[in-house]
């Protein structure tokens, strides 16, 4: 299950994280946020043990969500070694989530 992530924990969880790190943040009202979310439980099965899935929700984590300027959700940030290395913004198929994760990895 996909980690959920909070202004609290991020820098444990994400920053500190000696794996590729996948970070979806969205909001309860927001369709193309729900389209996402079971494309996010998936990935945090199939990439169990190798990398991070976590979700951040903008409306009770505003702090973070301000941090990385989120405007849009969903957005999807992959993090490696604390550092933001790429970016989708919007629904997008699973295959290309899994791909820039796996890009991490090498």
Known sequence: MALQ??????????LKSDKPVLVDFWAEWCGPCRVVGPIVEE??????GKAVVGKVDVDTNPEISMKYG??????LLVFKNGEVVDKQVGAVPKNVLATKLEAQMA
């Open 5 to 14: 992530i909070t202004d609290a924990n991020f820098e444990e969880l994400v």
């Open 70 to 75: 989120i405007r849009n959700i969903p957005t």
């Open 43 to 48: 990935l945090s099965k199939d990439f169990d």
